[in-house]
C-alpha cells in the first residue's frame, strides 16, 4: 500500500489522504481508488507480472490509437504495481441491471448496449495495428491449444457432471471438427476474450473498455459472440439481432462484410462460447461447490436450446448429445432459476380445456374456431398447424393475423406484468374445432413471439398431436 502512496505523491506532487479499496472481479489483482484534495486515482496491485506488462503495454498502445481505456499514469519499479486514471463507479453492467432482472431493455438500455458495440470494431481492427503480439498474456493469438482446452473443460467439469452418458471418441471427433472450423480465418485483428458488460465503464456516458490484458490475436467473432449471448444477461432475440447488425455496420469501416458468411461463422463461436461458460459454471458449481453457479446453467442452456433449432450438421454426434443434455429435467428445476415459464397449449373443444397443473390458474384461452378452418377443406386434412401447407394457407386468408395481433397485445402485457411481480407461471390456451391446425398454428406463432421478445422459459404443448417442446 506504501508502494501505491509513493506514486501518487510521485505523480500528483500531494499526498493521498484517503485509500479505500475497490470490489475485484475474478482476478487476484487488487484495485484501490486514492484521493488527495480534488484529486482521485485508482492504484492497482498485481501478483503476475507478465498480465501486469499486458495491461501497461496495451493500455498506452490503444490510447495511441484513439480508443477509450483508463490511462496508465506511473508504474513501479518492480512493475508489480501502477497508478491509473479513475473512470468514476458506473458499469455498464450496472446501467443495464432493469433489462436484466426483468428480461425487457428499455430504450436507454439497448441504446448503451448498441454503442458499446459499435466500438468494437475500433478496438479489433485499429488495435490491432502495430501491435507487438508476443506481449499478450498468457499467449500472443487464439489457437488450437485454446480451444481444446476449452472445449475438455466442458466435457470434463460439466458433461460429466451431469450423468450423462457419451462416447468420449466421437464426441472427440467432432470436437477437433470444430476446433479446425474455429480457426479458419484467424486474421491479424485483437480478440478482447473477455467482452461483457462487467468489463464496460461508463464516464460522461461514453464507454470505456477495462480488464483487456488477456486478450491477443484472434477472431473477431469470439469477442460479438461473449457480448452478445452473455448467458445471465437475458437479451431477447430482438435486441441481440439489433446489437450484431451494429456491430456489422460499424465493421463495414474497417473491412468488407458478407452479413450471411459472417452470421454462419459467428453461430460456430456461439456454440464454441456456449460450452466454454458451461465449463466453468461446472467447474464452479459442481467442483467448488458454489450453487449460485449451477443456477446460472439454464440461461446458458437456453441460449444453447435455441442455437440448435437449426442443428450442426457438421458435428453429428456433438449435435445429439447437445440436444440431450438441454432436454434434462434437472437443469429446467435448479430453484434459482425463478424466472416466468409460459406454457402454451393447443387443443381440441371436444376434449375439454388443458387443465393447470402449477396451480397457478389465471391465465388465457383463446378460441380459434373465428379463423377459417383449412380442415374443412378435404386437401388440408392429411396436415397440421406445423406443415407449410396450412401455414400458407392461413396466412394468406388473413384473418389468423389479425386475430394473433390481439392476441400478442393482451400476453405481452400479462408477461410484462408477471415478470415486474416475480411471478413464475402463465398459461396460454388455443383451442380449435379439432386442435390440428388454426390452434397449432396459433400456439406456434405465440411462442416464437414470446421467445424473440422476452427472456422467459416457454413450453408448447401440442395436445392432440402429443408433442411438448421446450423453447
Sequence with gaps: ??????????????????????????????????????????????????????????????????????????????????????????????????????????????????????????????????????????????????VMFDLNYFKYCFLKATGLEFNEVLLQNDFERLKDDLLLDMGDTFMYRDFQARNVMLKDGNPYFIDFQGGRRGPIYYDVASFVWQARSRYPESLRRKMVQTYLTALKAYTAVDEAVFEERLRLFVLFRTLQVLGAYGFRGYFEKKP?????????????????????????????????????????????????????????????????????????????????????????????????????????????????????????????????????HLQVCFGCTGGQHRSVYCAEKLAAHLSEKFDIKITVSHRELDIEKIL
Design 1 to 146: 500500500m506504501e508502494k501505491l502512496r509513493h506514486l501518487f505523491e510521485q505523480y500528483t506532487g500531494r499526498p493521498a489522504t484517503d485509500v479505500d479499496e475497490l470490489t475485484s472481479s475474478g482476478s487476484n489483482r487488487r484495485y484501490y481508488r486514492l484521493r488527495g484534495g480534488d484529486l482521485s486515482i485508482v492504484g492497482v496491485v498485481g501478483t503476475n507480472l507478465e498480465e501486469n506488462n499486458a495491461f501497461i503495454y496495451l493500455s498506452r498502445h490503444f490510447l495511441e490509437k484513439g480508443i477509450r481505456v483508463p490511462k496508465v499514469l506511473s508504474v513501479s519499479e518492480d512493475r508489480m504495481r501502477y497508478i491509473q486514471e479513475d473512470l468514476g463507479d458506473e458499469q455498464l453492467y450496472q446501467a443495464v441491471s432493469h433489462g436484466r432482472e426483468s428480461g425487457e431493455y428499455s430504450s436507454m438500455e439497448s441504446e448503451l448496449l448498441c454503442r458499446t458495440m459499435a466500438l468494437l470494431p475500433k478496438l479489433q481492427f485499429k488495435g490491432a495495428e502495430g501491435i507487438d503480439w508476443s506481449v499478450c498474456y498468457p499467449e500472443p493469438a487464439f489457437g488450437e491449444r485454446m
Design 292 to 424: 449460485h453457479f449451477l443456477a446460472s446453467v439454464p440461461y446458458a442452456l437456453g441460449n444453447l436450446r435455441r442455437l440448435l433449432q437449426k442443428p450442426f450438421s457438421d458435428y453429428p454426434y456433438l449435435n445429439e448429445i447437445l440436444t440431450k443434455l438441454t432436454t434434462m429435467s434437472q437443469f429446467n428445476e435448479i430453484a434459482e432459476d425463478r424466472r416466468l415459464e409460459v406454457r402454451i397449449f393447443s387443443f381440441a373443444y371436444k376434449k375439454g380445456i388443458p387443465v393447470d397443473n402449477t396451480g397457478n390458474g389465471g391465465g388465457y384461452v383463446f378460441d380459434c374456431r373465428a379463423v377459417n378452418n383449412p380442415g374443412k377443406y378435404e386437401h388440408y386434412r392429411q396436415f397440421t398447424g406445423l406443415d407449410r401447407e396450412v401455414i400458407q394457407f392461413l396466412e394468406d386468408d388473413g384473418g389468423v393475423t389479425r386475430f394473433l395481433d390481439h392476441v400478442f397485445f393482451l400476453v405481452d402485457a400479462h408477461v410484462k406484468r408477471f415478470i415486474e411481480r416475480k411471478f413464475t
